[in-house]
């Protein structure tokens, strides 16, 4: 737990850095742990009871059982739900997707509008925020130790350009966030960027979807670029990276594709069993290469998703080797899912969205 503070009975509390520590996990079943702060500013965990999940085939926080405890009778405020996998005994045991449920909101209901100068005295009777624009930091005051302090304002994180996101890196098993052919791939090198790349060596071809909710750190919206680092080999057919898709369905979604057999990028939808393809450019790729493959949700106004082939140079966009830049329109999908598929070989790398 980092450093912070949070509002209990009306009161902030400065919350210091701390450890907690968690029973070791049940033998056999899930158990999910509520994590709060008292209202001295310590971090504690309220234990749950371990049973067997509902669903079977999800985890973490995408299952109803177990449950958590109650917060009920506890003088705290609850700020996560930890699920302790079966057999789980260190922190490394726990993925931070999929197994630790962030319970915290803003306090707002403390913070006083923009002044160019800290309120007098006599005006702060209770614990409060207030931007000073005369310093340009963030002040609040402590009802507690009756002072006004500066928050740390040191930048976390800045953007230039545009920001890109990581959706999923491939290093290792997807099977967490993913539903499909998981099981199928191989993660070896060579590596776009990481440690590994995800290997499908066939016969036939794998499909993996992923929809809101099943815990990827983000989809991809109406205005993002999806970019998929992909990998030709001799025999491979194609490969398609997948937006739009709102159904539980390996396909029915929009994509961009690389049809490597046929030498052409191509922007698609994918029905049931029926492709219709809404822009197609001729391109010339070479196998055992890494390239990106880039669609833009409505980048060319509602239900016109351009798509592009990139040439790399290292870990990054290099230029632009084909590109439909008005395929024809098509609104039939317009969900935020991602998918990926490979058709009899290839390798797929780095998945990303910029803004």
Sequence with gaps: MSTGVVRHDGDLVGVSTQDIALQPGDPQHPRKDLIYVDRFGDVRAKQGRAAAAVPSDRSGWQTWVPAPPSLTGVDGVAIAVVNVPPGA??????SNSTDILDLRVPDTSGILNTRSSDPPQEDLTKSQFWHNTTTDKI???????????ALDDSPVTSFTGSATKVLENFDDSISDNWRGGDSSFEYSTPAFEGS???LWDGPGYTTDWSLPDDGLPQYVDIGDTANLAVYPLADTKRIDLAICKDEDDAQRDIRARLDFEGGRVETVRVDENQ????GSSSVSASADTWYILEIDYDGGGKGVHPSRLWSTSGSSKDSILAENAAPTKDTTYRGRGVGVHVAVAGRIDRLTKTR
């Design 196 to 198: 590994a790349s995800a």
């Design 139 to 149: 002040h609040w005051y402590s009802s507690e130790s009756d002072e006004i302090r």
């Design 275 to 278: 492709t219709e393809t809404l």
């Design 89 to 94: 005994t260190e922190s490394g045991d726990l």
